[in-house]
């Protein structure tokens, strides 16, 4: 069955529960019924990341793009995934430590998880063609906010002196400081009176008292 058509996401094969066998059709689902809001519920180690991951590597094959947002971390996998598949791809990202508890170098333990990695995609099916797709379908950027793991993000970077060409605009200095106490504001939840609103003339005069530092 030709599941690389668009709209269909490949999310592996049927398993017979009581026994465990795989079905050899593969288990597909329609893109088009994720339009709305979704939840994937399962008790702890049942699949739900696994399962989340699969549904965006599908999406990026059908170029459709996608906003994670990952306290956890775990979907950062999405950017560990080389189409070659070879060991020289694996050996930065494996752990040394690990390596050596098996007597391994760390290019002898990345050569063998390769291997595991080649013949556990086989058996369901899936290539190395298919992750170059997904691949060269999709650009990643990852964000980190407070980190320089990634590409930093500083909401306070936001806050800092606007430059000369606005400070010496009473006008445009007065607007940037107004927008940015009422976005402020509005985190909060709260939808402040430009004119009445005692927190938003604070925040406003805040700003204006810095930058008017040069800070």
């Given at each position: 069955m030709n599941y690389e058509q668009l709209g269909v996401f490949y999310l592996g094969r049927e398993v017979d529960a009581s026994t465990g066998a795989r079905a050899a059709h593969p288990f597909l689902y329609r893109s088009k019924d994720l339009?709305?809001?979704?939840?994937?519920?399962?008790?702890?180690?049942?699949g739900k990341t696994g399962l989340c991951i699969d549904v965006l590597e599908e999406a990026a094959i059908d170029g459709i793009p996608a906003i994670v947002i990952d306290p956890k971390g775990d979907m950062t996998n999405l950017l560990l995934s080389f189409p070659g598949l070879s060991g020289a791809d694996l050996a930065p990202w494996v752990n040394p430590d690990e390596a050596q508890q098996q007597g391994m170098s760390v290019g002898e333990f990345a050569e063998r998880q390769a291997k595991i990695w080649n013949d556990g995609l086989a058996q369901w099916g899936q290539s190395r063609e298919r992750i170059a797709m997904m691949r060269q379908n999709c650009d990643f950027r990852l964000y980190t906010p407070g980190d320089e793991g990634g590409r930093p993000i500083s909401i306070l970077e936001q806050f800092s002196y606007p430059g000369d060409a606005v400070a010496t605009d009473s006008r445009a200095l007065a607007e940037l400081a107004?927008?940015?106490?009422?976005?402020?504001?509005?985190?909060?939840?709260?939808?402040?009176?430009?004119?009445?609103?005692?927190?938003?003339?604070?925040?406003?005069?805040?700003?204006l008292a810095v930058w008017l530092q040069r800070q």
């Open positions: 339009l709305t809001h979704g939840i994937c519920v399962g008790m702890t180690g049942s107004g927008g940015m106490a009422s976005a402020l504001l509005g985190l909060l939840g709260l939808n402040a009176d430009p004119v009445q609103s005692r927190e938003y003339i604070l925040l406003t005069n805040i700003l």
